[in-house]
């Protein structure tokens, strides 16, 4: 890092320590969106609209929270199956939740998972105070430190979940940078964005990235909304070899943002030379266990499949094959911690439908 860049970063921080209600006063540009697609394998912009803008992140902050994890377990300073404490304050976060108790316990790899499917705050607080030596303002002093290394200048955490603080502060242009490293750096890891649900003490918990089997190569990240930030949105989508990573900020509805998202990708897959793709009109994702080559493996069982069922029609299509899953999370049937699949296994499919509609019951969760 130039000397330059490092006064940046400290000109950023302490900015936004000293004068954090004037930047939340200015952050949020009330009915207009940030946007910026970039090319994952050369960092090119091929799209971008007032990428600069200094914004809330919401929930989008877990991708440092997830990026920081993935380095933890990569460096051998934690691993997935290690067991975390759940503290009082952990709990008490705001939903969206996993409504986690104090005293109880979780694993670091059922914390990623909770984040990349149901956003889970109490989940990421656990995370930050884990990876923080107990103290989540601390874990937050390290996401910064770690933004600034990543050259997100404009980038400021003061939590682990993106639940409301004036002083915690992104641009999209940031939050580019942040995707593309977690692909990058971590690809080995990648495959956890994509998963469409896991089950948690008896119960499932779907991956409500609405991104994932509706828009065409689409497996991954995030999402994010509170009151004060808006709808945001970071995706990655792959086709033909070209990946490109997408961000939305500020919208003013979860249907505009994610229509946003996807005629952004559109446009920008086609000026990479890719050919249009039709998008399928869909219900919320299946996940199924292939009956006649699923393989269980140490690393996970092969052979699942990502399926979407069209609105008008019996069957499931296949969109995408998912990456080896985790032994830990592909359990299929309630209350039964099914880890092993044999060549003659049935087909389980777990139906997002119910859950659905008490996402959208529960819209305005901070997620």
Known sequence: ??????????????????????????????????????????GAVLSQQDPDLRRYPASLTKLMTLYLTFKAVRTGQVTLDQVMPVSAHAASMEPSKLGLRPGSHLTVEQGVLALVTKSAN????????FLGGGDETRFAAMMTRE????????????????????????SARDLAVLARHLI??????????AVPGFYFH??????????????????????????????????????????????????????????????LLDQSFQAEGVAPVARPVTRPLLLARASSHAVATRHG????????????????DQVAEAPAIPASFTRFRRG????????????HLVGMGHVAHTTHVHAKARS
């Open 301 to 316: 069982i092969q052979g699942l499949r990502l399926a979407s069922a069209r609105l008008h029609g019996g069957g499931a």
């Open 1 to 42: 890092m130039t000397r330059f860049s490092r006064l940046k970063v400290a000109c950023t921080v302490g900015l936004s320590v000293g004068l954090g209600g004037m930047h939340a006063a200015h952050a949020q540009y009330v009915g207009q969106m940030s946007t910026i697609v970039v090319d994952a394998k050369s």
């Open 147 to 170: 933004a600034g290394r990543l050259g997100m200048y404009d980038t400021v955490f003061r939590n682990a979940s993106g639940l409301p603080n004036p002083e915690q502060m992104t």
């Open 122 to 129: 109490d989940a990421a607080c656990a995370l930050g105070e």
């Open 336 to 347: 039964h911690a099914t880890t092993t699949a044999t060549a003659h296994a049935r087909v």
């Open 202 to 263: 008896g119960r499932t918990v779907p991956n409500h990235d609405p991104m994932l089997g509706a828009y065409p190569g689409a497996d991954g990240l995030k999402t994010g909304y509170t009151d004060e930030a808006g709808h945001n949105l970071v995706t990655s989508a792959v086709r033909d070899n070209v990946r490109l990573i997408g961000v939305v900020m500020g919208a003013p509805s979860n249907n505009r943002r994610n229509k946003m998202m996807a005629d």
């Open 184 to 193: 990058v750096d971590y690809g080995e890891y990648y495959h956890y964005f």
